[in-house]
């Protein structure tokens, strides 16, 4: 997996930090696979729920406040251990506005330990199996044989065609991206 330039971003220092810090104590556990499902749980959790989204955002609220609030919901969703305590420490240090980026890299982290790439494909219509063991085999290859997970998004604006981000790359084969082209070329000539 390539690496992200995070240069022009203040808090990816801070959430890789954070994220290496936790991932060597998950490792030393061997719990990184449940910390990284629940990890992944808790980010899905704050990006369905625009009061979470706040809480975690906002300056406004204290410390004692995001921890009270991160701490009730923990406990109302069943999160403990390893990964209850980190979310605990990180609203103590009011670093809750660095939490999804923490996840990321965490997550990263976990994937990389595991030979893991992870792929966002983007269709018009949901894929057969078949294709999608065909799409699997292919990015596995392009991949360098690495395992691959395929994460597919459907959406009808993209009209036909693919859209593939593997790692850092990115291929655009969408007949919309294709019609968009041919619409500037025809302004050009016209």
Do not use: W
């Amino acid at each position: 997996m390539a690496e992200v330039d995070d240069s022009n971003n203040p808090t990816s220092g801070v959430a890789e930090r954070y994220a290496l810090a936790l991932f060597s104590l998950a490792q030393e556990q061997n719990v990184a696979d449940a910390v990284a499902d629940a990890l992944r749980n808790f980010g899905d959790m704050i990006a369905q729920s625009a009061d979470l989204k706040r809480l975690v955002a906002s300056p406004v609220f204290s410390a004692e406040e995001q921890l009270k609030a991160v701490t009730a919901l923990l406990n109302q969703y069943g999160f403990g251990g390893v990964t209850a305590n980190f979310i605990k420490l990180v609203a103590s240090k009011r670093r809750l506005f660095v939490l999804p980026d923490m996840i990321r890299a965490f997550l990263a982290l976990n994937d990389k330990a595991k030979g893991v790439t992870r792929a966002d494909v983007t269709v018009a219509a949901p894929l057969s199996s078949d294709h999608s063991a065909a799409l699997e085999e292919a990015l596995r290859q392009v991949s360098g044989g690495k395992t691959v997970k395929v994460n597919v998004n459907v959406d009808p604006s993209i009209i036909g065609g693919i859209v593939v981000k593997l790692g850092s790359r990115m291929v655009d084969a969408s007949l919309k991206t294709k019609l968009n082209s041919l619409r500037t070329r025809m302004k050009e000539v016209g």
